[in-house]
């Protein structure tokens, strides 16, 4: 399964961007199987899970610090993820990778829980 990320950049405080996060597989790869999660990891510090979404049913989770201000959504058809990210403030300035739980507790809020994973992509917010 591979996970490839698009959509970040530079953006000032307050700004808005939008992430997306790619999926495919082998024959048999079934995306409805999945959680896909959106992570951020600045360095020094531990990747923080910030939003997932169940495929199958379209539950959402996000982190109190985003909560408000991100929203993600996924399109089965394109076996995309969205993360649509508004109000962006300095401190989300980070490297954003998603990661894919296979037949997945819920919520899935630790990076062990993830299987498969993109390689990232750098959001900078300037102020």
């Known amino acids: 399964v591979q996970l490839v990320e698009s959509g970040g950049g530079l953006v000032q405080a307050g700004g808005s961007l939008r992430l997306s996060c790619g999926v495919s597989?082998?024959?048999?790869?079934?995306?409805?199987?999945?959680?896909i999660g959106w992570f951020r990891r600045v360095p020094g510090k531990e990747r923080e899970l910030i939003s997932c979404i169940s495929i199958i049913d379209d539950k959402t989770y996000y982190a109190d610090s985003v909560k408000g201000r991100f929203t993600i959504s996924s399109d089965v058809a394109k076996k995309t993820v969205s993360l649509q990210m508004s109000g962006l403030l300095p401190e989300d300035t980070a490297v954003y990778s998603c990661?894919?739980?296979?037949?997945?507790?819920?919520?899935?809020?630790?990076?062990?829980?993830?299987?498969?994973w993109g390689r990232g992509t750098q959001v900078t917010v300037s102020a």
């Open positions: 597989g082998p024959s048999g790869f079934t995306f409805e199987d999945y959680a």
């Open positions: 990661g894919a739980d296979y037949l997945f507790s819920w919520p899935a809020i630790t990076e062990g829980y993830y299987d498969y």
